[in-house]
């Protein structure tokens, strides 16, 4: 099993190889649309980089939710609502939804998507695989 340390240099990687920034941009704080420059396409990319990276399967949807960003029940006016986060808590434990909760505007949430959220995934995705 890859320590903490070991999984977040793998995702360094993926990101650098993926995104095409250099390795001191990649910090556990970084988000990866706003600071790193990540576009929707580059998401199919980072899926497949850290599959191969970690031995997993990364099932669509399930790192990037944007069928529930998508879906009229849990969007009105461009905003995602109360059954539309209790959606994305349940989906995506792994992130920290707390300043995106004061004001879920749907264009945002590519904003919050942070390195340290990727590794939190990986490493409960690695646990299972384990």
């Known amino acids: 099993m890859p320590t903490k340390e070991e999984i977040f240099e793998?995702?360094?990687?993926?990101?650098?190889?993926?995104?095409?920034?250099?390795?001191?941009?990649?910090?556990?704080?970084?988000?990866?649309?706003?600071d790193l420059g990540a576009e929707s396409i580059d998401f199919l990319d980072i899926v497949f980089r850290l599959e191969k990276a970690f031995d997993i399967k990364i099932p669509r949807g399930e790192l990037f939710p944007e069928d529930v960003l998508t879906n009229p029940e849990y969007v009105q006016d461009g905003r995602v609502t109360e059954a539309g986060?209790?959606?994305?808590?349940?989906?995506?434990?792994?992130?920290?939804?707390?300043?995106?909760?004061?004001n879920p505007v749907v264009q945002d949430f590519a904003n919050i998507l942070t390195v340290a959220d990727m590794c939190r995934f990986v490493e409960t995705k690695v646990e299972v695989a384990g």
Do not use: S, W, Y
């Not at 360094?12 to 920034?21: C, K, P, Q, S, Y």
């Open 85 to 102: 986060l209790a959606e994305l808590r349940r989906r995506v434990p792994f992130i920290d939804l707390t300043e995106f909760e004061k």
């Open 10 to 34: 793998k995702i360094r990687e993926a990101l650098v190889e993926a995104l095409g920034v250099d390795e001191e941009e990649v910090t556990p704080e970084a988000t990866l649309v706003g």
